[in-house]
């Protein structure tokens, strides 16, 4: 059984939406981690556009400076399909770093 584990990263993600994975099958998200790199408290949204709807898995979520927010926690896992875009706002300029983790193209 063949699995491509892949990592997208993106650096200074602020106020302007940026898309840090769209998938191209149907690919497993298994981690999502996110730093605040300011001195100040920031707040981050993360949703999943599936060409349609933007579907989220966090609003408003506040990060506090030097710390991170894990997304996926215990072991959650979800799957997008092809064309599903998975987007990452801030509240402030130039204030996130952000760690995305995929399985690509799950076979059997």
Do not use: E
């Amino acid at each position: 059984m063949a699995q491509n584990f892949r990592r997208f990263t993106n650096n200074n993600v602020g106020i302007t939406p940026v898309t840090s994975f769209t998938a191209n099958s149907y690919d497993t998200v298994i981690g999502i981690a996110i730093s605040n790199i300011l001195s100040t408290t920031v707040n981050v949204d993360v949703y999943i556009n599936d060409g349609t709807n933007d579907i989220y898995l966090v609003k408003s979520a506040p990060i506090v400076p030097g710390s991170a927010l894990q997304v996926l926690d215990g072991g959650a896992k979800f799957v997008m399909q092809s064309g599903d875009a998975l987007k990452i706002v801030s509240d402030t300029a130039a204030s996130l770093d952000v760690w995305v983790s995929t399985v690509d193209d799950i076979s059997s």
